[in-house]
């Protein structure tokens, strides 16, 4: 079980993200709203897409439905054509799936205690804690890839160490660094440190404001000089060691690609028009024929199941 850092650490802590925050952070639009339904919107985008591809999308789609009644009622077709460019379509109709339910369900108003919002559709852990906090201001503590890295290394140490401890142990060691009264600029300040400085392939240590009490960089400092102690000894140095990227899966020709490809294809057709089977095939694969129908048939069938086109009557399209 990992231990806590010692609180007699905690203030000094806090006051030197909280400072490095404001100095540095970027003025991202979603960090000028407190609106429920624009935090829900930018979380989700923000899910599986960078920042910089992020902003474009995000200000076109509050353009298109500015309110969450409008995403609520608007033909699902129209909600996937806007996601275009953002990639993983299905995030766009579990959000618009979101939006129905708090329509439906909570009268408009957007639920405030996690719990709750966990219940609503596509709505996870880091979704839900984001929401609680960026909306309502709530003290939670909640991990994406960003705060996950940077606590694992200041709470437990180099990556290959810290990477053995589970979300659960990590989720309390992040709620006892929450400051009170701070939730929301702690919970942006550590995702913008991940984003910025502590980044996965090259943390940049030296500007750091979390180093005098970070245990990967005490490690790898520790690690450092007994590496030059051994050199000054005259003995052969060990291979540097390097924080690895992992390597990247193959994308294209995936079916992720495929589910990709073939929304596109969707959205380039005229509202309302549909491909038979095989013209969808076609636009998957040049050299499409015979063989390739089971495969496309549960391509097709698995974005149907996902609410992302339907298929009848041998012809697909958008919902
Ligand atoms: S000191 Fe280095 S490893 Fe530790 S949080 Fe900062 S950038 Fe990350």
């Not at 702690?186 to 984003?195: F, K």
Request: with cysteine.
């Amino acid at each position: 079980m990992p231990v806590p850092l010692p609180s007699e650490r905690l203030e000094a802590l806090h006051s030197a993200l909280l400072a490095w925050f404001a100095r540095y952070a970027r003025d991202l639009p979603w960090r000028r709203t407190r609106d429920p339904y624009r935090i829900l919107v930018s979380e989700i985008m923000l899910q599986q897409t960078q920042v910089e591809r992020v902003i474009p999308k995000y200000h076109a789609f509050l353009a298109a439905f500015p309110t969450l009644e409008r995403l609520a009622g608007a033909p699902t077709a129209e909600v996937i054509r806007l996601w275009a460019g953002l990639g993983y379509n299905r995030r766009a109709v579990n959000l618009q799936r979101t939006a129905r339910t708090v329509v439906e369900e909570h009268g408009g108003d957007f639920p405030r205690e996690v719990a709750t919002l966990r219940r609503l559709p596509g709505v996870g852990p880091y979704t839900a804690g984001a929401v609680a906090c960026f909306a309502f201001e709530q003290d939670v503590a909640f991990l994406d890839t960003n705060i996950r890295r940077v606590l694992r290394r200041v709470c437990i140490g180099p990556d290959d160490v810290a990477g053995a401890v589970r979300d659960r142990e990590l989720l309390a060691l992040g709620a006892a660094l929450v400051p009170p009264g701070r939730g929301w600029a702690w919970n942006q300040a550590l995702i913008e440190l991940g984003a910025l400085v502590c980044t996965a392939a090259s943390p940049a240590c030296p500007r750091c404001p979390l180093r005098p009490d970070c245990r990967a960089y005490a490690a790898r400092a520790a690690a450092d000089e007994a590496l030059v102690g051994a050199m000054a000894a005259g003995v052969h140095p060990p291979a540097a060691r390097r924080i690895a990227e992992r390597p990247s899966e193959p994308y294209a020709g995936s079916r992720r690609w495929y589910r990709g490809r073939a929304i596109d294809a969707l959205r380039a057709l005229s509202p309302g028009s549909a491909l038979l089977l095989a013209e969808l095939g076609l636009r998957l694969k040049p050299d499409y024929g015979p063989a390739d129908e089971p495969w496309l048939r549960g391509l097709v069938a698995d974005l149907d199941r996902d609410g992302l086109l339907v298929f009848e009557n041998e012809r697909v399209r958008l919902p």
